[in-house]
């Protein structure tokens, strides 16, 4: 089992910054797949970013060049920094976790909600 819990949601303006967090504990977090969706007001939950146990990212169209998904296995903790946020970007951010790319998104953190004002 993992358990994940983000962090670092709030209200910013348009253009602003804003770092969420998410801690994870449970099984050893250097073998798992981390990753962070996002899910907007009355739309499907969708993929935002992913960063492998050996650090190779992968991001969704819409948030290339503006977010940037990091890990520290040694704080058992995966990041998203979100530079040049605009309303769009407003949705309830959820921390995902899996054991390999053939694996479902098994385990997932309780979310934090990003509003961005414009």
């Known amino acids: 089992q993992v358990q994940l819990v983000e962090s670092g949601g709030g209200l910013v303006q348009a253009g602003g910054s804003l770092r969420l967090s998410c801690a994870a504990s449970?099984?050893?977090?250097?073998?798992?797949?981390v990753g962070w969706f996002r899910q907007a007001p009355g739309k499907e939950r969708k993929f935002v970013a992913q960063c492998t146990w050996s650090g190779n990212t992968y991001y969704t169209d819409s948030v290339k060049d503006r977010f940037t998904i990091s890990r520290d296995n040694g704080k058992n903790t995966v990041y998203l920094q979100m530079n040049s946020l605009a309303p769009e970007d407003t949705a309830v951010y959820y921390c995902?976790?899996?054991?390999?790319?053939?694996?479902?998104?098994?385990?997932w953190g309780q979310g934090t909600q990003v509003t961005v004002s414009s």
């Open positions: 995902a976790a899996r054991l390999g790319f053939a694996s479902d998104w098994e385990y």
């Open positions: 449970g099984r050893a977090f250097s073998t798992l797949i």
